[in-house]
């Protein structure tokens, strides 16, 4: 849900989207299980105006009970489906992506007792983020580094010339780990996964829930931000002075991240023995939260933009749940691309990041294709909101 | 020191080198000072035979004093000159490099009494990797991933023909932070600093320094050597199970680094309250400086290979102190780099990995040019020979 007061540390984040123009409710449900988190997307009546409303919901992949709890509100509410009455209902589809789709086929099946069909992952993806960037109205924005702020991608009314602008590019799916997928067109076969990394939002989620006492991922982002990574960073300045230097970086160009930690540990020891308790209360967690923040999106950054610059793509798509629409984030990836590119190459980034598989999935034909002219098409883009409203 | 009880976990390290045709003692030595570690090369006449041995030190950059004692007593010993007689010797040379040289040239002009002449960081890199790599035998090795053991590069008799397969090359020398240099030739023109990361071995030591109770980066790879990264990585077969996956890669590969532990420690708290030390204690310290080990060196693996394809360098040297001739860090290296160019490029490892900067340093000819002819092609190359032995 979409605060104000976070600004600008926010952009608004995932918001339901309405479709006035679709006035039947599509009987279908998606889910995108995650190494982390489980992503769901689903349609149900507009209790405002006419038409349907897409709505967005995520969980982490831990509590996939609590999650299978929330899909089976949606089926008796808007869906017609009451799977506690043990009553198998073909028609009704969940359409499953992600690694969890093949692990936890059989549990889905089993407790939804509707159809399940999975669907392939990447193609997910680029289904989903194609439909976002081509069809959804203030979706794409990027940060302007001149003007510093963000700026909305104009979408323009002439469909084909959005499609033809489209390709190629480069997407960056960003979740536990990192996934980079070219993309030359729309079809199927136009995509392929040419790289990626371990280092990813399960790395920061991960060693930042065990070197702050934060307890979610948007705590440690609150925290990032109000932390100054010099204190633990070790710059350039620092090696080289604020003078001369011949590698040609700036001083305040990070050379090793967490590079002060390990001098100032062993400094205030001096030869007594200290275990890895206290010597981590000697450190801020907004300072170590900051500085690992930046490390990880910085390091996307640069391997996003090798990966680009070897197939000559120029527009890079940042999406998945690590962004969640955090200003530090979004900065931090889109000045690693423009440092390193000198310019020539751009991050994009989606309003709906998250949810590109689940959307993808949500989209494809019960034959396995993806839907070239979905429904949507129908709604007046134009008048397309956006309302924040969950089913808890 | 070498000692046999770590193998295969090392390979003979830093060792003095015999020069026994060089007979006349030169009167200089050279220091490098990097962010964390500061490496000395100096030369003394040999006890056991005849000629001068290359002797090589180094200690952490804090300890900036403790060094130059050391240097002191080196000068004093082997040098004829005590800088405690406040005589300045102009015709003394101490050539600096590294950042270093630039922040504490007064320092090191005071209390030495001696010139100090700065040179440039990297020339001083590539001077030094080039007189290992074409005039030590028995300098440079690789890993066999096939044979799963070391290979020592042979050097041929023919020195032309050594330079001539030497470049172009990619250097990645790994110290607290990354720098990668393009090399196409033996001049100062020939080489430019294509990339780095600040990912590097001060982020290691950093996160390691509060994430156990080591307290040296040996002691930090020794107890990585036992651990077990799977306890905390998320690996592709946890979210897609042992079975298919569309995205190509194997069941053991690492899908994210520290990927486990968020999950682990919300799981384990369920509501209650727990600080980071107790979140901390949860893990084993072990599998958590593997996981962090193989995230580093993987993560250094893909960004070299990137930039040795850009510039289409099929050799890749690995130097700097964060190798450590180290037996899992030179296997992940080695291992990222045949995984990502589908074993058309190749990682090359120096025994001498830390000392590439002092040692170029110590060639500089006063008229800042390197030795092109160094003194020490008079030696018998065949008859070199290393022991270990040190100044305390």
Request: charge should be negative.
């Amino acid at each position: 849900m979409y605060d104000d007061k976070y600004y600008p540390n926010r952009v608004p984040d995932t918001r339901d989207i309405a479709l006035p123009f679709n006035t039947e409710n599509i009987n279908e449900m998606s889910i995108d299980i995650g190494g982390s988190l489980t992503k769901v997307c689903y349609s149900r009546p507009d209790d405002t105006a006419t038409g349907v409303r897409l709505c967005f919901y995520s969980l982490e992949t831990d509590k996939l009970d609590e999650l299978i709890e929330f899909i089976k509100n949606v089926l008796i509410k808007y869906y017609d489906h009451n799977p506690s009455n043990h009553l198998y209902n073909p028609d009704l589809v969940l359409i499953a992506t992600g690694g969890g789709a093949y692990k936890f086929y059989d549990k889905l099946r089993h407790e939804l007792h509707c159809t399940v069909q999975k669907e392939d992952e990447m193609q997910c993806l680029i289904v989903g983020l194609d439909f976002f960037v081509t069809k959804i109205r203030r979706e794409v924005f990027y940060f302007d580094e001149a003007e510093h702020r963000y700026i909305e991608v104009e979408l323009s009314e002439d469909e084909q010339e959005v499609m033809d602008n489209q390709y190629p590019y480069l997407l960056v799916n960003i979740g536990s780990g990192v996934s980079m997928i070219k993309v030359t067109g729309p079809g199927a076969d136009s995509f392929v996964r040419v790289g990626g990394s371990s280092l990813g939002g399960g790395t920061l989620w991960g060693l930042l829930s065990i070197l702050t006492d934060c307890r979610t991922f948007d705590e440690m982002l609150e925290m990032a931000a109000q932390g100054n990574n010099e204190n633990v960073d070790l710059l350039v300045g620092d090696i080289y002075g604020q003078g001369y230097n011949s590698i040609g970086l700036k001083a305040n160009h990070i050379a090793s991240s967490m590079g002060k930690v390990y001098k100032r540990v062993f400094e205030d020891e001096k030869g007594r023995m200290e275990d890895r308790a206290h010597r981590l209360h000697k450190f801020q967690q907004r300072d170590i939260a900051r500085s690992l923040l930046y490390a990880v999106s910085n390091n996307i950054g640069q391997v996003a933009y090798l990966q680009a610059q070897r197939y000559n793509l120029k527009k890079i798509y940042f999406a998945g749940s690590y962004i969640r629409n955090h200003y530090q984030t979004i900065r931090t990836l889109s000045y690693a691309i423009d440092f390193w590119s000198e310019g020539r190459s751009k991050a994009y980034f989606l309003r709906h990041e998250g949810f590109l598989g689940s959307m993808g999935a949500f989209l494809m034909r019960r034959d396995g294709e993806p839907e070239t002219h979905p429904r949507f098409v129908e709604a007046d883009l134009n008048s397309l909101t956006r309302e924040a409203t969950h089913e808890r």
